[in-house]
């Protein structure tokens, strides 16, 4: 069993910035795709990003076109951790996120790919 614990959300105003961490543990974490989701109050949850396995190293990482060229996802095996590092936010990214493993080696944005799930941390972004 995966469990999986965030970090890092706050508040920040337009523009700021804010790296999020996922750290796992548990099973074999090494062979689970990680994705980071969404929810902000009123509306469904929805995908931001997703990274490959660690043991696949190579394999791709996607993002949501609402956030590409200001989010950036990475992960540092020694560390069995998964980081979103998001820039330039904007009132629009206010909501709590969520990380997510998902048991394949590739990234996926399918949410129903993904079996097991943090807590959830709350980022707020407002002046």
């Known amino acids: 069993q995966v469990q999986l614990v965030e970090s890092g959300g706050g508040l920040v105003q337009p523009g700021g910035s804010l790296r999020l961490s996922c750290a796992a543990s548990g099973g074999s974490s090494d062979n689970y795709a990680i994705g980071w989701f969404r929810q902000a109050p009123g509306k469904e949850r929805e995908e931001v990003s997703c990274i490959s396995s660690a043991s696949r190293r190579d394999g791709p990482i996607h993002y949501v076109d609402s956030v590409k060229g200001r989010f950036t996802i990475t992960r540092d095996s020694g560390k069995n951790t998964v980081y979103l590092q998001m820039n330039n936010l904007k009132p629009e990214d206010t909501a709590v996120y969520y990380c997510?493993?998902?048991?394949?080696?590739?990234?996926?944005?399918?949410?129903?790919?993904?079996?097991?799930w943090g807590q959830g941390t709350q980022v707020t972004v407002s002046s």
């Open positions: 997510a493993a998902a048991r394949r080696y590739s990234a996926t944005l399918v949410v129903q790919e993904y079996v097991h």
